[in-house]
């Protein structure tokens, strides 16, 4: 019915940058918020950004002022640039959306399988 796919993961070293980018596909009629989410090797998964429809977004204090999170409402995506990336950034990414689809009458929260970022010191 609905998927999203996440790429631009890689191994990239600190100070580097990485752009995240999550599309959705299926019979989706809308999107409301989209996010990114993280979980490192051991520990929870935790939230990194948020954004909303009307384009408000949100930030982990962890990344503010590193991380930009955007979204193409058109193309039903979510991005995030990572800039200054640090080795505690390693964790493998989400992408989580609230997405109606055609002919249903509520919202479901969809994840991404997740990509790897790997940020080497």
């Known amino acids: 019915q609905v998927q999203l796919v996440e790429s631009g993961g890689g191994l990239v070293q600190a100070g580097g940058s990485l752009r995240l980018s999550c599309a959705a596909s299926?019979?989706?009629?809308?999107?409301?918020?989209m996010g990114w989410y993280r979980q490192a090797p051991g520990k929870q998964r935790e939230l990194v950004a948020t954004i909303t429809i009307g384009g408000s977004a949100n930030y982990a204090d962890s990344v503010k002022g590193r991380f930009t999170i955007s979204r193409d409402n058109a193309e039903n995506t979510v991005y995030l640039q990572m800039n200054s990336l640090k080795p505690e950034d390693t964790a493998v990414y989400y992408c989580?959306?609230?997405?109606?689809?055609?002919?249903?009458?509520?919202?479901?929260?969809?994840w991404g399988q997740g990509t790897l970022v790997t940020v080497s010191s």
């Open positions: 299926g019979s989706i009629f809308s999107i409301n918020a």
């Open positions: 989580n959306a609230d997405i109606l689809l055609l002919l249903h009458d509520r919202y479901l929260e969809v």
